[in-house]
C-alpha cells in the first residue's frame, strides 16, 4: 500500500444510553494530523464507540479521495475489546442496534485497501477520548442551560 494512516477513535455515553459522543483522531503523510467528532444525542456506548469509526473512516475518505483510499492501509485503534473484536470476526453482533452500524463500518471497509483494527488500553487512546469528552461536556453544559 502506497499510504499508510493511523487512527484512534472513542466514543462514550454519559448514561447507558445517554447523551453521547465521539472523537477520533487521524494521521498520516499526506494529511498530517487531524482531529474531529460529533455530539450523537441519546445511545448506548457501544453504538457511539461504533459511531467513532464510522465519522473516522469517512472523514478520511473526505480528505484523500477514493483513488488514494484504495492504495491505503488504515489502522484503527480502538479502546473497546468488543468493538474490536466484532469488527475482525472473532464475536458476533447480536444487539439489534449495533448491526447496522456494523454494517457500515464493514461497507466503508471496502474503500480502503486495508483496515486493520487494533484494540489498545485506555491510557493509549487519550487524545481521543478527550476530544469525545469535550464535545459531550459542551453539549450537556447546553443542555443544563
Known amino acids: 500500500m502506497k499510504y499508510k494512516f493511523l487512527i484512534h477513535t472513542d466514543g462514550g455515553a454519559r448514561g447507558n444510553p445517554g447523551p453521547a459522543a465521539a472523537g477520533f483522531t487521524l494521521e498520516g503523510g499526506i ?3 487531524k482531529n474531529g467528532g460529533e ?8 453504538e457511539a ?4 469509526v464510522i465519522l473516522a473512516l469517512k ?7 477514493s483513488e488514494k483510499a484504495k492504495d491505503s492501509r488504515v489502522e484503527i485503534h480502538v479502546d473497546s475489546e468488543l468493538l474490536e473484536r466484532q469488527l475482525n470476526g472473532e464475536y458476533k453482533v447480536k444487539d439489534k442496534n449495533i ?3 456494523f454494517l457500515e463500518v464493514w ?3 471496502t474503500d480502503f485497501g486495508e483496515v ?10 487519550i487524545e481521543a477520548d478527550r476530544i469525545a469528552n469535550q464535545i459531550l461536556d459542551k453539549e450537556t453544559n447546553k443542555l443544563a442551560l
Open 31 to 33: 494529511i498530517g494530523k
Open 39 to 46: 455530539y450523537l444525542g441519546e445511545v448506548t456506548n457501544n
Open 49 to 52: 464507540e461504533y459511531q467513532a
Open 59 to 65: 472523514k478520511l475518505k473526505h480528505l484523500i479521495g
Open 99 to 101: 448491526q447496522g452500524l
Open 107 to 109: 461497507n466503508l471497509k
Open 116 to 125: 486493520v483494527f487494533k484494540h489498545i488500553f485506555r491510557e493509549k487512546n
